[in-house]
């Protein structure tokens, strides 16, 4: 996720431009921008890239998931179906809405597992939200074909994959909304952001209203706008959205050096008959982010990842002990702490986190290791790099 690595004049054009005008807000002052709207034309370039009609640009891709349930009308006491591999801020959005995590089993995608999703839908269920984890989709189509049947809202979480297509459909365009993080280590960045998308006109008003404390941005005057729903400040500044339209522009650039990258270590790879690699309903949609691929069993996996760290190989994960995107070690969700009481404590449908069965997905997760592939590697520096990974793998 190379957004740190392209850093350039680019980006210090569009800054200097908001501070040549002073305005660092992304409303109003009209008079002093000199033409210079930044998020405006972020939010218009992403929509056109995208291919979705509507998008609003906030403070970060937790934001963007709080704004999305918020414009979906999902709240206190609702069901909303989610993956236990995930960043932990796709679980604290649904509980900061007042809402109820359930999780559901992945599969060899690394993303939900549609055939999975029944086993966990109740009459309170409302939502699901499917995370398209390390660059490349989940089994989109079933998992909005299971929506459509059930009646459930479909919301995209699309931190980790921005560009990546299925059947040459952006991801994030095929459910209800979809939502994208510009953090630090994001493909593009702007140093903190996130937006959502929709094709829906009503879900869009809703979002940019519910972003700024219930905004309607009726008129040319923001004192006099009207406030029909409360809401939150989700605003992002004009100087982090001045970093992302530039970093916007370099996204096709990214997604082919990054795609390039990854088939070289992925053809490295697959010399070793006890490697297998992760499933992905469409190769040319990867946004090739990360090369994951399974071992044959946990132990195999566990002392893989501990030999290429003592290698100082970095840029390799193993999810099963991470503490930021595996379930398994997020201690304060299992106990709901919180510096206040959550309404989730409260809830007689509230699981018990601490008892969940996920034996699938532990399984493979156990077995699954991950690596970064960066786009400031030279022709040498990949090479280098894809070496000391097999002397590894060879000699484990």
């Not at 350039?8 to 005008?21: A, F, I, P, S």
């Amino acid at each position: 996720m190379p957004g740190f690595e392209l850093f350039g004049e680019q980006e210090r054009k569009e800054v200097q431009d908001v501070l040549n005008t002073g305005v660092l807000f992304r409303y109003g002052f009209d008079q002093l921008r000199n033409g210079h709207w930044k998020a405006k034309a972020f939010e218009a370039e992403l929509a056109e890239r995208i291919g979705t009609t509507y998008c609003h640009l906030c403070s970060s891709g937790t934001a963007a998931l709080s704004i999305a349930l918020a414009a979906c009308g999902v709240g206190a006491g609702d069901e909303v179906i989610v993956p236990p591999f995930t960043f932990v801020a796709t679980i604290e959005a649904v509980i900061n809405a007042g809402a109820v995590p359930v999780f559901a089993e992945i599969d060899e995608t690394l993303c939900l597992a549609p055939e999975r999703l029944d086993a966990v839908i109740t009459p309170r269920t409302k939502a699901v939200i499917a995370v398209h984890m390390c660059g490349a989709m989940a089994r989109i189509v079933e998992i909005k074909n299971f929506c459509t049947e059930k009646g459930l809202i479909l919301i995209e979480d699309v931190a980790q994959a921005i560009g990546a297509t299925f059947q040459g459909k952006n991801l994030g365009t095929f459910g209800h909304m979809g939502c994208f993080s510009f953090d630090p280590v994001k493909t593009i960045t702007c140093g903190e952001g996130g937006a959502i998308i929709t094709d829906s006109r009503s879900l869009y008003t809703k979002a940019d209203a519910y972003a700024d404390h219930g905004h309607d941005h009726i008129g040319n005057d923001r004192g006099l706008e009207g406030h029909s729903i409360l809401g939150t400040n989700f605003r992002i500044s004009e100087l982090n959205a001045a970093v992302g339209l530039a970093q916007l522009r370099k996204l096709d650039f990214i997604l082919q050096k990054q795609r390039a990258n990854k088939e070289r270590m992925k053809e490295a790879l697959d010399r070793f008959s006890e490697i297998t690699f992760r499933k992905i309903p469409d190769e040319k949609g990867d946004s090739a982010t990360f090369l994951s691929f399974f071992l044959p069993d946990e132990s195999a996996a566990r002392k893989l990842s501990e030999n290429l760290g003592r290698a100082g190989i970095g840029g390799c994960f193993y999810w099963y002990d991470n503490n930021w995107h595996y379930v398994r070690r997020w201690e304060h969700l299992k106990k709901l702490k919180s510096l206040a009481k959550v309404p989730q404590q409260l809830l007689p449908n509230c699981p018990n986190y601490e008892n969940i069965d996920l034996s699938q997905s532990d399984r493979i997760m156990g077995k699954t290791i991950s690596i970064q592939i960066r786009i400031s590697w030279n022709e040498n520096e990949l090479s280098q790099h894809i070496e000391k990974i097999i002397d590894v793998v060879r000699t484990r």
